[in-house]
């Protein structure tokens, strides 16, 4: 009698770990490196597709992105918010691996000039609060600025008809643009508007001249206490004669 044995094979699970390389933290715009590692049983890194997510734990934005194992990979995020994010590695049914990193914050804007008009937009990542200084001319003035992330403003630059360098500046950003084409609104004032607010009238300091409204009312003052002067010692001068002629 022949005896039929089978013999079943014996199908061990393999065993696998994870691993991230990432550096603690990131300046904003930088894109985020980092290397997912698969270890055997015995701690040899194998090959193998993982899947990666990076994710802001604040606004739940998540960016998926398929990397080998075992080589570099980098991701850049558009406008990252400053802050703690996570980045957690996926393969196949095992426990999901996650690691945290910053990135660090960054107050930054960008200035533009199209035309008579001075844009400010917000490209850091967090919200912008400074006072920038405008020289147009000679003439100076300063404006305090607050924008969220990805926010701007903008200004209109006067000044009587004709051709200016002007300079903006944060202390940290500061464009300088020659051959800027301006038209007064009235006299000689110099100055921004803020078209948010309507026309409000020029917003103007700095004695740097008599060409900023400061010194455009100083003038005018003058004009006046002259005019004054003047009719008063007129004035006098009738008086005088009148009580001469009744002597």
Known sequence: M?????VLP??????YKLGIDLQESFQAGDPITFKVNIFDSQNNIING????????????????????????????IDNPR??????????????VTKEFFEIKANQEVKFDIVGDELIIRNVGNKRYSNTIDI???ESYTQQDIELDIGEETSFRLVAPDGTYSVKVTDGKTTLSQAGVQL????????????PNRGEPGPITSGPRGDQTIYGSLRNNTIVWV?????VGAAILLAVERGYRRRI
């Open 2 to 6: 022949l005896i039929a044995v089978f």
């Open 10 to 15: 014996c199908i061990l699970a393999q065993e």
């Open 49 to 76: 597709e993982v899947k990666v997510e990076i994710e802001d734990p604040e606004t739940g934005t998540v960016i998926e992105k398929t990397v080998n194992s075992g080589e570099a990979a980098s991701v850049v």
């Open 82 to 95: 400053a802050g703690y994010w996570s980045i957690s590695a996926i393969y196949q049914d095992m426990p």
């Open 135 to 137: 020289v147009i001319g």
């Open 183 to 194: 038209t007064g609104i009235s006299g000689n004032v110099i100055g921004i508007l803020d």
């Open 226 to 230: 002259f005019i004054l002067v003047v």
